[in-house]
């Protein structure tokens, strides 16, 4: 009996969903995302809501680094940090490790904001989970450590130094 060893592990590579069932769950994954955003407070940038999460996630970071985590060029991220200390939600302080550096912090307002703007959101999506059968609320009450995980993953992705035991808090996964 011969066995196709490539076949199997792409099968495994893919884990037990096929191509349309990964296709479909990421679509669905999108459109959630993208309801969510389109639902959220105009009153922010998409990236500075991200470069204000990162910092809720990672600890203080020098400007150069919140730039390549968040896709914009350094000057960009400078202004942005810029526009966020004026209005109190980051502050810039000295890195301990090397005195030439100032590194963006979140202060306790910014921290407030996005804690705000997350319970928002979660009320929004239970109050659509409980127009859920209980079937599907189960399959999504079961699906939660997939959407954890994946969550982490991405995380990862964007800044690989922020591994999955590294994160400093279990908002991180949020």
């Known amino acids: 009996m011969l066995i196709d060893v490539d ?4 099968a495994t590579e893919q884990g037990l969903l096929g ?3 990964r ?3 990421g679509e669905a994954l999108y459109g959630l995302v993208t309801a969510a955003v389109r639902r959220g407070s105009r ?3 998409l990236t500075s809501l991200s470069t204000l999460s990162t910092l809720d996630r990672t600890g203080p970071r020098r400007v150069t680094d919140l ?6 060029t350094q000057p960009s991220m400078t202004v942005l940090v810029s526009v966020l ?4 939600l980051v502050e810039r302080r000295g890195d301990p490790a090397d005195g030439r550096v100032a590194l963006v912090a979140l202060t306790a307002a910014g921290s407030d ?3 705000t703007r997350r319970r928002a959101a ?3 999506f239970m109050r659509l989970i409980d127009k859920l059968p209980a079937d599907e609320a189960a399959a999504l009450a079961a699906a939660i450590p997939a959407l954890q995980h994946l969550r982490r993953l991405d995380n990862e992705q964007r800044d690989p130094a922020t591994q999955s035991s590294g994160g400093r808090s279990e908002r991180a996964a949020r």
Do not use: C, P, Q
């Not at 076949?7 to 792409?10: D, F, L, Q, V």
């Not at 200390?85 to 109190?88: A, D, L, P, V, Y």
């Open 43 to 45: 009153e922010m940038s």
């Open 23 to 25: 296709t479909t769950a």
């Open 19 to 21: 191509d349309v069932d």
């Open 85 to 88: 200390e004026r209005s109190g």
């Open 67 to 72: 730039a390549v985590i968040e896709g914009v």
């Open 113 to 115: 904001l996005l804690e």
């Open 122 to 124: 979660a009320e929004e």
């Open 7 to 10: 076949a199997e592990n792409k």
